[in-house]
């Protein structure tokens, strides 16, 4: 599905953080993964506030002067099916975490490009873009 | 929907006034619908008050200002640090109002709730705003000051295109400032100011600060005869605010009195095409081209014209079209069916005065609200500024292009026509800018920006045919407005 709307860019956006809190909080509760509950639940707890900050962010900011038409950007390139699963290994647990925060990166940088008539909200991507790799790169030290 | 009352045969609801502190029915047994106009449903009904009615809320409003305006300036701030807080808390839901009857889309509902959020914002700064200057010893202990006043009752006539918004352009500075208000909004979009009603009753204003009449051009007449009302806002179109200018200053009131518009988007050779497109699609099809300060006429100078003739169709070519509840839509129909005739009859005149309509949004059709009133972006080709097309306010998803040779040819363009409110320049030369900016007879000037709205702390300006009045709403303007000057010399022995 093509996105086209700010509002619409955002609402996908708060599906992936919700996915993302999902598979992060099912993680960190789970024996198997003893070594990076830690790091899980707080990437959990990362999600979660960036969820509210972007709400929060996407009122404050939204400007029916400034608002422009999307085009070429698409849902498919971004949607993960990452979930976590009781019966994955921990080693499967980080890459499916890896996974996520790559494709997570790539969606920040370019969503943070096709919403760039929104400054107030298009900042908080570049922002989440470099959280997001910055998560990844604590997930790799794990492997 | 908002407060009403049920009509005995019927479910649709007849929505209420708010006077003194209370919702009340009218005593008017003459309604009109308010529709949806996306999916043509009606919404509810609204009433067209009586002159008896209208001139019992001027009462109410004039007995509670002698208290309101004796409350000191941060109390009657605190005030609207409660009605910002309880609208964010219903953002979403005026959003929505505001997509059903007015028919814009969700972001532009929503854009315009937080322009109305920040208006309020602004006028809590009045402890500051309000406060005059003086000056010690003018004379050997002679003292002079100058304090700035409240003068009693205000009312707004505000439009249909942005019914959540305006009306705040101008009320809470005049409360704010000490002075009670009455509003009268358009009968055609009336449940956004309905609901925003609801929530200055929950934050529980003093009785008789705040009213809401509904009604005609008959109950903004009312308003305009009364001896008790001090001043006036009206937001229109210029026929209208001529006569509301004319009519209020008659009978000795402040007015300022925004009409309408015809606003020219300069695209000079050097443009970023790729970057300014995409503001120029907002521009003219944002709201459905119902802004006054839409652009209407793009004029592409020397040879940027058919590079960027060729994007524009593209991208309105694009452009999604539905009713706004779906967020993926990019544009929602025209406000109502007369608006909608209005605009497919300037088409028409558009073809017989010779322009080429490169791009037909006429028979547009969205599945699923095939009754709505939607018109397609449309495009014209080789339109001069001397055809009504390119000269007067079309008010819909219209662009006309144009050509000049160069800034002074453009500049030439929007000087003749008579109205005055905004004009933009897409440039990266600073020289150019810099003259746009410095010649052009416009009000509210953008450089790389399609819509050059100010925001809160700005006045909102206009001028020529686009303004009548000295003070603009918003800003410094506003205070000043809503305000009267009083100096006083002491002396003590």
Known sequence: MELKTFSAVLRFTLQLEDQTTKFYQEASSSDKCGGANQLFAGLAESSRKRRRALEKAARESVDHSLLEPISGFFEENYATSTTFSETMSYAEALAAANQLEERMQKFYLEAGEKISFILGVSRLYKRYTQERAKALASLQSLS | ?493
Not at chain 2, 151 to 175: D, K, R
Not at chain 2, 291 to 318: I, S
Not at chain 2, 332 to 339: D, E, T, V, Y
């Open chain 2, 1 to 493: 929907m908002g407060q009403s009352t049920k009509l005995a045969d019927t479910n649709v609801a007849v929505i209420r006034n708010y006077v003194n502190g209370e919702w009340v029915p009218s005593r008017s047994t003459r309604t009109l619908d308010v529709v949806n106009p996306a999916t043509t449903e009606v919404l509810a009904r609204v009433p067209i008050s009586t002159r008896e009615e209208v001139q019992e809320a001027v009462q109410y409003a004039k007995q509670a200002y002698e208290d309101w305006r004796e409350t000191p300036p941060l109390t009657r701030a605190r005030y609207l640090f409660t009605l910002k807080n309880i609208m964010e808390e219903h953002f979403e839901e005026v959003s929505r109002i505001l997509v059903q009857e007015h028919g814009k889309t969700i972001d532009e509902g929503r854009g315009e709730v937080r322009r109305a959020i920040e208006c309020i914002e602004h006028a809590a700064g009045t402890p500051t705003l309000m406060m005059g200057y003086g000056l010690e010893n003018i004379a050997p202990e002679l003292d002079e000051d100058c304090l700035l006043q409240p003068l009693g009752v205000f009312c707004c006539l505000p439009p249909s295109n942005f019914p959540a918004m305006i009306p705040f352009w101008f009320i809470p500075y005049a409360i704010a400032c000490g002075n009670t208000y009455i509003v009268k909004p358009s009968s055609e979009v009336p449940l956004s100011m309905n609901k925003m009603f609801e929530l200055i009753h929950e934050a529980d204003f003093p009785p008789g600060v705040m009213n809401l009449v509904n009604g005609t051009r008959e109950v903004a007449d009312v308003l305009l005869e009364s001896k008790d009302i001090k001043g006036v806002s009206f937001v229109g179109s210029t026929p209208v605010a001529k006569y509301v200018y004319s009519k209020a200053t008659s009978t000795g009131k402040r007015a300022q009195c925004q009409g309408g518009a015809k606003n020219f988007l300069v695209v000079m050779p050097d443009a970023l095409l790729d970057k300014i497109v995409p503001t120029i699609m907002n521009s003219v099809y944002g709201c459905t081209g119902q802004r006054c300060l839409a652009g209407a006429n793009v004029v592409g100078v020397g040879d940027v014209y058919e590079p960027l003739k060729q994007k524009l169709v593209e991208a309105a070519k694009a452009i999604k079209v539905g009713y706004g509840m779906d967020e993926s839509v990019q544009m929602g129909p025209l406000r109502s069916k007369q608006a909608k005739e209005k605009v497919l009859s300037y088409v028409e005149t558009g073809l017989e005065e010779g322009a080429k309509l490169i791009l037909d949004g006429r028979n547009l059709k969205v599945d699923g609200y095939e009754d709505g009133y939607f018109v397609g972006p449309t495009i014209f080709d080789n339109v001069g500024p001397k055809m009504k097309i390119g000269s007067e306010e079309i008010f819909g998803p219209v662009m006309c292009l144009m050509r000049a040779k160069d800034l002074d040819e453009a500049l030439d363009m929007i000087h003749q026509n008579p109205h005055g409110n905004a004009a933009s320049i897409f440039t990266q030369n600073g020289k150019w800018a810099r003259e746009f900016k410095h010649r052009v007879q416009a009000g509210n000037v953008g450089i790389n920006i399609g819509i050059a709205a100010p925001v809160a702390y700005f006045p909102f300006s206009g001028w020529k045919d686009s303004f009548f009045g000295d003070l603009h709403g918003q800003g410094f303007d506003a205070i000043n407005f809503f305000t009267e000057r009083k100096v006083v010399i002491s002396r003590w022995f």
